[in-house]
């Protein structure tokens, strides 16, 4: 049984919900491995409203109702109906999908009636300390605005919020078995953390569409830059236009498009520091993109960048490299783990756009050098995304974790306790 943070695809389909967002990897690895003989996979997942549960090719779903607000007596009352959930539906194994979810109390608070593994899908702890990336104090302010205050929303209210889903995820991370994840960086966070828990390695299955697209250089708008996430100033976006200012001498009409959405307020200081950097005419902001069309303004583009301060395995840049592009990537996190340097890709030092100005301009200049790089990276993405490889990674895990934790480990708390929130799915 899996507990997602997100709904799935047919989910969404079923509340007539729109599909977006990240975590595509989740449903392509759930299509993947639910055709395996002998597997069957559950999946639960919150959302408010009432509670739900149908069946769709072969996997059964159960939706369990959320309230609007998570504190710790709402967090326990939804973890009890989860776990009245597992009970009823009698799995061998929970795969948690992210160490930041509330699912993930599930082992720790001795709800789980089998063993459990979560994934990590990034470490919150980590992130929170980059979450303002290179701005000053009164640069975080001013990409605050008053009503963004006033209304709990915004970087400030970002940042203390993650307090609380710090600590929570510490909770997880010191309790958990077994752990799910795909860079040096995640194995060395988990064992920082839990040192007695066993590392599973799992890739992820990146979108159909990017596998059957390739970037040609013949094709490309010359000089043109992608970036897929501006979401936060731990994307770095402020580094990657210092670096393009740097640029404007050497490469007059260089140009970036951004693909993804912005917090509101940290979206109109970005086009304030794009003015200053006198960089008008030269960014252009996309919002979301799908899948078909973020693959087109890939295709387009020149090279891909990843300015970000702080990342575990971004599929942004899995994506980019399966498409073959020849990319330039922040030395941070688990980044190094797939990207490596001068063969599929190019690293620079965080936070330094002077050294990020001399790769792309590295790139740009030379397109025997760029096309070199972009095949090596859709070879090298090609293997590592895989589906048969990770669904046989996967399949090997889920082995490995229940014949060394064959014997079912009931939770005291669970009990026979009914709750009126979990209506009639136990």
């Not at 934790?405 to 708390?413: F, H, I, M, T, V």
Request: with cysteine; net charge positive; proline share 5%.
């Amino acid at each position: 049984m899996w507990f997602a943070a997100r709904p799935m695809p047919a989910v969404a389909r079923r509340l007539g919900l729109q599909a977006r967002g990240s975590g595509y990897w989740i449903p392509s690895l759930l299509e993947a491995a639910s055709r395996q003989d002998g597997l069957k996979f559950a999946v639960t997942t919150l959302r408010s409203g009432r509670d739900m549960q149908f069946t769709e090719d072969g996997v059964d779903y159960f939706v369990v109702s959320s309230p609007p607000r998570m504190y710790p007596r709402r967090t326990q009352q939804m973890l009890r109906c989860c776990a009245q959930v597992a009970e009823s539906w009698r799995p061998d194994l929970i795969h948690v999908h992210g160490c930041e979810t509330p699912f993930g109390l599930l082992e720790p608070m001795g709800l789980a009636p089998c063993p459990v593994v979560v994934s990590l899908q990034g470490v919150l702890e980590a992130y929170r300390e980059h979450l303002f990336g290179v701005l000053s104090r009164r640069e975080i302010l001013s990409a605050c605005r008053a009503r963004d205050l006033l209304t709990g929303r915004g970087l400030l209210w970002d940042w203390w919020r993650m307090g609380a889903m710090v600590r929570r995820e510490r909770a997880i991370l010191a309790a958990i078995r077994h752990g799910i994840g795909r860079t040096t960086w995640d194995r060395a966070q988990l064992q920082a953390h839990s040192p007695a828990a066993t590392y599973h390695h799992v890739g992820e299955i990146l979108r159909p569409v990017f596998f059957h697209r390739r970037w040609r250089l013949r094709l490309v708008d010359r000089n043109c830059l992608f970036v897929t996430n501006a979401r936060a100033p731990e994307k770095g976006l402020e580094v990657l236009l210092e670096a393009m200012a740097r640029l404007r001498r050497h490469c007059p009409n260089l140009h970036l498009r951004v693909a993804g959405q912005t917090n509101a307020g940290y979206a109109a200081f970005l086009r304030k520091h794009v003015h200053l950097r006198g960089l008008d005419g030269h960014v252009k902001f996309l919002g979301y993109l799908d899948g078909d069309a973020l693959c087109e303004q890939l295709t387009r583009a020149h090279l891909f960048v990843l300015p970000s301060c702080i990342e575990n395995s971004p599929n942004s840049l899995g994506e980019a490299m399966l498409l073959g592009m020849p990319c330039v990537a922040s030395e941070v996190g688990g980044v190094p783990s797939m990207l490596d340097h001068a063969r599929t890709g190019l690293l620079v030092p965080s936070r330094d756009p002077a050294a990020m100005a001399e790769a792309i301009a590295a790139l740009l200049d030379n397109d025997r050098m760029a096309q070199d790089i972009g095949d090596a990276a859709r070879q090298e993405a090609s293997r590592r995304h895989a589906a048969g490889r990770v669904v046989k990674e996967l399949v090997s895990a889920y082995r490995a974790i229940v014949g060394r934790d064959a014997e079912p480990r009931r939770g005291s708390s669970l009990a026979a306790e009914s709750s009126p929130a979990c209506g009639g799915l136990a």
